[in-house]
């Protein structure tokens, strides 16, 4: 299959967007902006109530940024560019005034996580365990710290970071608040995470609405502040360090 994003509509006003990619769901450029494109103008349609995000695939949320892209960049403007993506998709979700809920069915790496965290509800699957990889090749999560921290705090968040090459389970993400409710299967996840998309649906447009915004209440910084940090993963992704260990990346997965 092609890489896409798609969005599906219910009569009660339920819009379900889905991203997809081949290599486990790794986001190159135009796929990051579709997305937050999407999330933006779903958001603003009068007849949507609730938004579900979810990926294509079984056992991979999203294995994070594209390794193949990373590899092409060669200026601190492309760099910045690129991580802007992610920084969009989340400035998307955190602005869109209709509540989010995140399907998390498989694993969850770097951006990933970030896009689990910029959700306002989210349910997984047993599978869902996430790490932050972005030191193995000689950058960090700067881009989607902020949204994993609000979710985590700072400690947990510090553990996640620096443990780079550690998986940690679906278990101890909803121990830490990233999930809410976590299901030992997708079937279970999907039952529950219908039943409760519908009953938002029942009440008050406008009261989500203002929930939703106490809810980012002291975000508001967060569209120069992801920008500040976009620029620092696009400074550091030029380094010899960074890209000696994308080419090792790339060889490890082919």
Partial sequence: MEPHVTVDLSPEGIATITFFHPAQNAMPSFLLRQLAETIQETGQNPAIKVIILQSGGERTFCAGASFDELATIQTEEEGLTFFSGFANVINACRTSPVIILGRIQ???????????????????????????????????????????????????????????STFYSATWAQDKGLYTEVFATTAELDTALSAFARSLTAYHPAALQELKKVFWQGTEHWNTLLTERAAISGRLVLSDFTRAAIVRMKAKNQ
């Fill in 106 to 164: 498989g694993k969850a790496v770097g951006g990933g996580v970030g896009l689990a965290a910029a959700t306002d509800y989210c349910f997984a699957t047993q599978h869902a365990a996430i790490r932050l990889s972005e030191l193995l090749i000689g950058i960090g999560p700067f881009v989607v710290g902020p949204a994993i921290e609000r979710k985590i705090g700072v400690s947990a968040f510090s553990q996640l970071t620096l443990n780079a």
